[in-house]
């Protein structure tokens, strides 16, 4: 009986922390609003490559110290599928989890830390994510490689949220709430994959942008 009786708890408990979760769902965008050329000979002759974010966002004073995965995809032919690339404005590259399977449970982490900035008071903080879901090099590479369906958000090893993804070639946002950066502290968010939508022919899941908007710049 008391068996029964602890299994009961601990899936009620279980149930009930999951219900507080905050669920938050993507929002189709375009990747005209947010890629522009490198520069144009003329309004209809672009020049370069596609940049992510030309021109000031919340990186004009907003920045991330490090970033980290429980696992990457080993290197092949010269192309890595590191971490960083998740956040290196570069749709080309993308960070793929290196397990055998479609990546359930492995994560990657941003850490922000302000402590360094000269005269920094506080102020700066993130409140939407800008997410290409899967290896955007190229349709093909997309529809070949797995995607994200759901992100499991820790913000400083606590649940926070569950972000339910679009599979989506082109750019979405997730407004994910306030999250400001304190002085003299480090702050963590962690994403953890829990849902894919499978890829035609492999199984890793890849991601090519994990960037953010926020408060605190202008």
Not at 70 to 92: M, R, T, V
């Amino acid at each position: 009986m008391k068996i029964k009786l602890t299994i009961f708890f601990l899936t009620f408990s279980s149930l009930l922390f999951s219900q507080e979760l905050k669920m938050i769902q993507a929002v189709q965008g375009k990747d005209s609003d947010f890629f522009d050329y490198e520069d144009y000979e003329a309004p209809d002759k672009p020049i370069g490559e596609l940049i992510f974010l030309k021109g000031c966002s919340w990186y004009c004073g907003g920045s991330v110290k490090s970033i980290n995965a429980s696992s990457e995809l080993k290197e092949n032919n010269g192309i890595n599928y590191s971490a960083k690339n998740a956040h290196d404005f570069d749709k080309n590259t993308a960070w793929v989890e290196g397990k055998t399977d479609y990546g359930i449970g492995e994560f990657i982490e941003y850490c922000f830390d302000f402590s360094e900035i000269k005269g920094y008071k506080g102020g700066l903080g993130i409140n939407r994510i800008l997410l290409a879901n899967g290896y955007k090099k190229n349709k093909l590479t997309w529809d070949n490689n797995s995607r994200i369906k759901q992100l499991k958000v820790y913000l400083n090893g606590k649940p926070y949220a569950i972000l339910n993804l679009l599979d989506s070639f082109e750019i979405q946002t997730i407004d994910i709430g306030e999250i400001k950066f304190p002085v003299n502290k480090e702050t963590k968010l962690k994403f953890e994959i829990t849902q894919v939508y499978e890829g035609k022919k492999y199984k890793d899941t890849a991601i090519s942008l994990l960037m953010f908007d926020g408060i605190g710049v202008h």
